[in-house]
């Protein structure tokens, strides 16, 4: 048994947040036993660890993150989806036939992710096999809990970024019995989006997804462009999210929806019916989609919402800062639009960013008895003039946070570096 004290927080639910002051939390095997006002004396010669005045929060998830576009950060923001994915995002994927290359941005984006406190992660790789397997490799040895798809795509796709059906089919099988029994970092189904993927690639995914049961991450109704080519390809379905529905890739495992910014109400039914996450990520929606998602009416449906970076549509690798950005979103959305009838609160962005996006990966997001430590301590985001409480301390951080705030980093109960 090892005893924590100091502030702690975490998200009690949706709408609601935790806050202890001054308190103890108590972690044996790496899982967390239980919080304490007062130490219990059946701890008390236990020695005990004190954060001070720091506040213990949950390790971050971020549930879209394109490893691959790490080197892209804050390049082609003036751009919109289609251009930004011919001119600049394609060519740099394909660079990661390059094993030399792909190594050392995989590195440096694992170590980036630690660093800044988010230890479980939906992420993307290229059509490459053996630089996908790196990453994943690479995402398991640090023990990271993740998803990572080799992504899938062959149509409408430049020559130097397009496979054959049977090639993507055939690399994607290897890559799912490669991984079979990983336990962090496992594998994930990744088309891409509809419009580079052909209904007989969609169909032979799904056929996977039934054989080694497992799920599917994809951009769903991200942009107008997105939704339009989509129906145009697929004229057989009613909205974007049945594509996928009608090639069997939302039965076997978690189904994320990254955007999710202009959903029909049957792309709704149908995310639910699956309980799928839509993923929003708010700096890069702003950037290259250029649309905002109805974060607050999709929770009022009962479907599931988290956050995610989406490196390099967003720029910021920070779930903590997109965190921030939902809550400013969330406000223009409501202000301008009148479907949109309320705001979301700081306490329901918090959740996004750890609870909802955590329950992908199991028992974590969440710093409840039962829970994995997975966790950071937070400091440095005090005021000279106010007294903040532990919350605001951690809405501060999720507003001007930078790493270096981060003063420590629990991984199933032991300290990383970061
Ligand atoms: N849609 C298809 N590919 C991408 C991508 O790499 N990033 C984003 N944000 N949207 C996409
Ligand atoms: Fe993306």
């Not at 108590?26 to 004190?50: H, K, Q, R, S, W």
């Not at 720091?54 to 390049?75: E, M, N, T, W």
């Not at 993923?279 to 290259?288: E, H, K, L, M, Y």
């Amino acid at each position: 048994m090892e005893v924590f004290h100091g502030n702690i927080v975490y998200s009690r639910s949706e709408k609601e947040l935790a806050e202890y002051t001054d308190s103890y939390l108590a972690v044996e095997n790496g899982v967390i036993e239980g919080i304490y006002p007062v130490l219990p004396d059946a701890f008390c010669n236990l020695p005990v660890t004190d954060f001070g005045e720091d506040v213990i929060i949950p390790a971050f998830s971020d549930l879209h993150v394109h490893a691959p576009q790490y080197p892209q950060r804050g390049l082609a923001m003036d751009e919109l989806l289609s251009d930004w994915l011919s001119r600049y995002t394609f060519p740099l994927e394909s660079k990661f036939a390059d094993m030399t290359f792909a190594r050392a941005v995989y590195d440096a984006f694992v170590e980036d992710l630690v660093r800044h406190g988010t230890f479980h992660a939906a992420v993307f790789g290229t059509i490459h096999p053996e630089a996908t397997a790196y990453l994943l490799d690479r995402l398991e040895e640090k023990g990271l809990s993740a998803y990572v798809g080799k992504v899938n795509m062959d149509v409408n796709s430049p020559a130097f970024l397009c496979e054959t059906v049977e090639t993507s089919l055939r690399e994607t099988e290897r890559f799912l019995v490669q991984y079979s029994s990983n336990r962090k970092a496992r594998p994930i189904l990744t088309p891409r989006f509809a419009p580079c993927c052909s209904r007989e690639l969609l169909r032979g995914l799904g056929e996977l997804a039934k054989k080694y049961e497992v799920g599917v991450q994809t951009h769903l109704v991200e942009s107008l462009w997105e939704k339009k080519t989509a129906m145009e390809l697929f004229p057989q379905c009613t909205c974007d999210t049945e594509i996928y529905q009608q090639a069997g890739l939302l039965e076997n495992g978690p189904v994320i929806g990254a955007h999710f910014i202009f959903p029909d109400p049957e792309d709704i039914y149908i995310l639910k019916k699956h309980n799928g996450i839509a993923v929003q990520c708010p700096d890069a929606t702003v950037s290259i989609i250029a649309g905002i998602m109805q974060t607050a009416s999709l929770m009022e449906q009962g479907l599931r919402v988290c956050l995610g970076s989406d490196i390099a549509g967003g720029h910021r690798l920070g779930i903590f800062s997109q965190a921030g950005r939902a809550v400013q979103l969330s406000k223009v959305k409501s202000f301008y639009e009148a479907k949109e009838n309320r705001s979301i609160s700081f306490a329901e962005a918090f959740y996004m960013a750890t609870k909802s996006g955590g329950s992908v990966f199991g028992k974590v997001g969440s710093l409840e008895k039962g829970y994995v430590f997975d966790a950071l301590v937070i400091g440095g985001v005090s005021d000279p003039f106010l007294e903040l409480t532990p919350a605001q301390k951690v809405e501060r951080f999720c507003y001007l946070g930078e790493t270096s705030h981060i003063h420590r980093r629990y991984l199933a109960g032991q300290e990383i570096g970061g």
